[in-house]
Each structure stands twice: as structure tokens, then as C-alpha cells.
């Protein structure tokens, strides 16, 4: 079956780099995705990547994936307070499956 | 701006007694999703409109139903909310073609007492 995991928390400083890391079982997911949850709203969509795509960047944002091992991470450059949140990794077969989320948390 | 709204954002409600979350979208697309989200867990697909077409998923308990009147419109009942039912809400929407690129709402937040 369908299933995403992702480590549960990472704590960074303030203008660090962040990577965020998952793993996935459908290797028929044509796109995954990353999505971010700021506290108290619903998630909003960050970036997602191309099944056939090792890389894809955008501004401060970097996805990897390695289909081969079933891993994509999320790199966030320069790492701002405001980019405290809890993020999720999603699966798209038939439909979205999500990781339980990694929170974020940035020191100043 | 287009946006997915959810109604109420906080509902308290009393074991057994029914209950009905709304949604609503302005961006004019024709799924709809209610996912439930517990604490610290992934959001979990409860159903899904495909224009008025209802699509449940095999884990849904019965206890949760959904009605589309329209286009733009989307309702979540809880016939007999038991307090593992406590959760937030969310409800999402995408155009037809492209289901991982769901737009969701802020949540409704459900306390049963």
C-alpha cells in the first residue's frame, strides 16, 4: 500500500540551510509533492517535482528525488523565521497521500 | 481573490448530536476533498467530489457523509460524533487534471464533548 514517512521534527538557525527528508512506497507516483502548514491555516502547495526529474529548483527552494531509493527531500536556502511551520510530503497515485508532517522550527 | 472558505473555523459539538461543516470555493474547480487531520498525523482523505460524482474511501466510517449542491459548494456531516471524531477539518479543492495540486481552506477545528 501507500505510504510516506518523514522525520518528525528539525530545528534549524536562522539564515541555515533546512532539509527536509521523506520516503515513499508508490514507485507509480507520477509527481510528488511538498506542502506547508503555518498554524492554524489549511496546507498550501510549495513546489512538487516530475516523477522523471531528479531536481527541481525554485528561488529558495530545492527538490530532490532519488526514485531509486524512493527518497525526495526539500531544501530551503538561507532559512527565514518565517518559514517556521510543519511540512508535508505527498504521494499522488489516485490521490494525495501525505506524510504525518516534519515541523520546522527556526532560531533567531 | 479565489479562495477556499471553511465554515465554521471552531465547532463544538455534543456526543451523538449531529453536526455539519461547510465549504466553499470561488476558483471554480470541480473536486472537492474533506480530508480529517488529528493531531500531529497526516491529513487523511475522508471523500471526494468529482463534479457530482461521490467517491468514498473504504475507511470512512458510515457515521460520515458529504453532500455537492453545487459547483461551489460542500458540506461534511457527522451524523453521531463520537469523541475519536474530534479533529480538524479540512477541505480542499483542484481542477480535474491535476489532483496533487489541491488549493485547501483554512480548517474547521471539532471539539465533541
Known amino acids: 500500500g501507500e505510504d510516506v514517512e518523514q522525520s518528525l521534527f528539525l530545528s534549524v538557525r536562522e539564515g541555515d540551510s533546512s532539509v527536509i527528508n521523506c520516503t515513499y512506497t508508490?514507485?507509480?507516483?507520477?509527481?510528488l509533492y511538498w506542502y506547508k502548514q503555518e498554524p492554524g491555516a489549511g496546507l498550501q502547495l510549495l513546489t512538487y517535482?516530475?516523477?522523471?526529474?531528479d531536481m527541481k529548483q525554485d528561488q529558495r527552494l530545492t527538490v530532490l528525488l532519488n526514485k531509486k531509493d524512493k527518497h525526495l527531500s526539500l531544501r530551503i536556502a538561507d532559512t527565514q523565521t518565517g518559514d517556521s511551520a510543519i511540512y508535508f510530503c505527498?504521494?499522488?497515485?489516485?490521490?494525495?497521500?501525505f506524510g504525518a508532517g516534519t515541523i520546522l522550527r527556526v532560531k533567531s | 481573490d479565489a479562495m477556499v472558505i471553511q465554515n465554521p473555523r471552531y465547532q463544538v459539538t455534543q456526543f451523538g448530536k449531529p453536526v455539519t461543516l461547510s465549504c466553499s470555493q470561488t476558483l471554480n474547480h470541480n473536486v472537492m476533498y474533506w480530508y480529517q487531520q488529528k493531531s500531529s498525523q497526516a491529513p487523511k482523505l475522508l471523500f471526494h467530489y468529482y463534479d457530482k460524482d461521490f467517491n468514498n474511501e473504504a475507511d470512512t466510517p458510515d457515521n460520515f457523509q458529504s453532500r455537492r449542491p453545487n459547483t461551489s459548494f460542500c458540506f461534511l456531516d457527522i451524523r453521531s460524533p463520537g469523541l475519536g471524531d474530534a479533529a480538524m477539518y479540512l477541505c480542499?479543492?483542484?481542477?480535474?487534471?491535476?489532483?496533487?495540486?489541491?488549493?485547501f481552506g483554512p480548517g474547521t477545528r471539532l471539539t465533541v464533548t
Open positions: 508508490d514507485s507509480s507516483s507520477t509527481y
Open positions: 517535482i516530475f516523477s522523471n526529474m
Open positions: 505527498a504521494e499522488s497515485g489516485n490521490k494525495l497521500v
Open positions: 480542499a479543492t483542484s481542477r480535474g487534471g491535476t489532483l496533487g495540486e489541491q488549493y
